[in-house]
């Protein structure tokens, strides 16, 4: 219990300080009054008489309740707080990578190493789990083909359309998948663990297992032959045993479902308690009405009530900070959805609204500005709420405007590549019910060439884009299913090309795949 213990905001315990120099001060002073009474005025022998009746109640019971009355407040404000078991889905997902070298397709017995593969994977799916499954697949490259999702069903279908013959380079890089697994948003947010199935690499993994140690997730490696035991076991992986694996069991289930408790502990609520001390505090406020509190510590109880934890925050925000200032504070601390509302630049509350990824409200005050970084801002807009075919109209008419414009040639390429690859689907993958429509004049009625200065310079990445962005949607997941149902394997293949020979051209001093990996495996498994 008190393991799980601690404090949100600890740095309210620093009041103790000021407040108890406070109480020992009125103290010293309350006593030496009192043991001055009367001096010169009466004799020495009456004062002390006098001075003695009721002075440590008098001087001891207001000082006495007021620091206590205080403590409880501070400690209100400091959150006593607990860690609580999340009861929501676990955020961390298991990401599942799955070996699609040639060597899978030899057999073991009466399947191939990968239909063993998928069949595991199946039922691990059909059972079902409390946190998102990404599914990636690996050989000479890495290439992702389903973001984290609860959508089991869906990652069945695609698991079905697993071959070799979807990998643009053959080999068994198993090192290649941290630069996938470190492009998952949710992964660097909230953790990961890995499940690897595999028949086997040569002289690789050192990589990933540093990888995986530090960014301190688990690592289960499902073992379909014993040379990828052996691999799995000395870079310090959990192995499920090929013997396991082959025995038809489902031991294996409960070693994933030990990942799955360990995330659900991780995943835990901060639960503030702090608000149940302002009780008692209260019943203490009520004493210093009595008579002979009341005139002498009217002080102490203003100090007291002026501790109230929500009023003060917002008070005393509103005495040191602008409303920009507090917007800043709030956007700096990742509330976006707070500094959007505290804003009032309308350049930074546009862009604490992107943040938030309430993209219409962003594209709301984007439109209300007429100067060239707004529109370039609108058009990141357009395309992070997947409104690609208004997105590419702006960027043309930004290049119209201004030819060398920063970044617009370069995400006017993305996003027309982007909707030729969507249209490649069928004709049912053109957009539909956008997220945010305008009406074209309403750019044209701006004066876009008014030589403006900037309101405020915002700086908004264009996070890399993918088709399964419109899964998001359900609408447009079912369009999708239906277009790439005319020859999935196809489609994957081409994706996965695609991606290899971005790869190469933006890191063109990394060595060529070689094949020679997969080789040394298949006479390891001979």
């Given amino acids: 219990m008190l393991s799980s213990f601690q404090f949100a905001e600890p740095l309210w315990l620093w009041l103790f300080l000021p407040i108890g120099l406070l109480m020992y001060g009125l103290w010293r002073n309350r006593k030496m009054a009192q043991e001055q009474a009367g001096e010169g005025v ?54 599942i990578a799955l ?17 063993r593969a998928k069949l595991l994977v199946s039922k691990l799916l059909m059972q079902g789990s409390s946190r998102p499954i990404s599914l990636v697949a690996f050989a000479g490259s890495s290439h992702q083909v389903l973001p984290p999702s609860d959508q089991f069903a869906l990652l069945t279908l695609y698991l079905g359309y697993m071959s070799p013959q979807v990998m643009p380079v053959e080999g068994d890089d198993i090192d290649s998948l941290i630069a996938v697994i470190a492009a998952i948003p949710d992964a660097q947010e909230f953790g990961f663990d890995l499940l690897v199935l595999s028949d086997g690499f040569a002289g690789q993994g050192q990589a990933l297992a540093k990888f995986t140690q ?12 014993a040379s990828a035991e052996s691999s799995a076991t000395q870079l310090g992986f959990t192995v499920m045993t090929a013997d396991g694996l082959l025995s038809g069991n489902d031991n294996w289930l409960e070693q994933v479902s030990k990942l799955e408790q360990a995330a659900l502990s991780q995943s835990s609520l901060v639960v503030n308690q702090g608000y149940w001390l302002l009780y008692p505090a209260a019943l203490l406020l009520l004493l210093f009405f009595r008579r002979g509190f009341s005139l002498y510590w009217a002080t102490s ?94 960027y043309q008419l930004l290049l119209d405007i201004e030819p060398d414009f920063p970044g617009a040639s370069k995400n006017l390429q993305i996003v027309t590549q982007l909707i030729k690859d969507i249209k490649q689907l069928g004709d049912s993958q053109q957009e539909e019910n956008p997220p945010e429509s305008i009406n074209p004049d309403d750019m044209t009625d701006m004066d876009l060439g008014a030589d403006k200065p900037q309101m405020g310079k915002i700086e908004v990445e264009l996070q890399q884009l993918s088709v399964e962005e ?30 290899y020979n971005e790869s190469q051209q933006e890191d063109r001093s990394l060595p060529p795949k070689a094949n020679s990996n997969t080789d040394a495996k298949e006479e390891g498994n001979d």
């Fill in 301 to 394: 109880i203003v100090l007291c009530v002026s501790l109230m934890p929500v009023p003060v925050h917002a008070q005393w925000l509103d005495l040191f900070f602008s409303a920009d200032q507090q917007g800043q504070y709030y956007y700096d601390k990742g509330d976006y959805q707070e500094a959007a509302l505290r804003f009032e630049d309308p350049s930074w509350k546009a862009r604490a609204y992107y943040q938030a990824k309430e993209y219409s409200k962003a594209a709301k005050i984007y439109r209300q500005q007429d100067d060239l970084q707004s529109l370039f801002n609108l058009a990141m807009t357009y395309t992070r709420g997947r409104n690609y075919s208004k997105a590419k109209t702006l």
């Fill in 42 to 95: 009466i004799a020495a022998h009456l004062a002390k008489v006098f001075s003695m009746q009721n002075s440590h109640r008098a001087t001891k019971a207001p000082i006495g309740l007021t620091f206590l009355t205080a403590s409880f407040i501070i400690f209100a404000l400091a959150g006593p707080s607990w860690l609580k078991a999340s009861d929501d889905d676990i955020k961390a997902p298991l990401i």
């Fill in 99 to 115: 070996d699609l070298s040639p060597s899978m397709l030899k057999s073991e017995g009466s399947i191939s190493h990968l239909e």
């Fill in 214 to 225: 530090k960014q301190h997730a688990q690592v289960l490696f499902a073992a379909l032959t």
């Fill in 470 to 499: 419109l899964l998001n949607s359900d609408t447009k997941k079912q369009q999708w299913l239906r277009g790439i149902s005319k020859d999935p394997q196809k489609f994957l293949a081409a994706k996965f090309q695609a991606q």
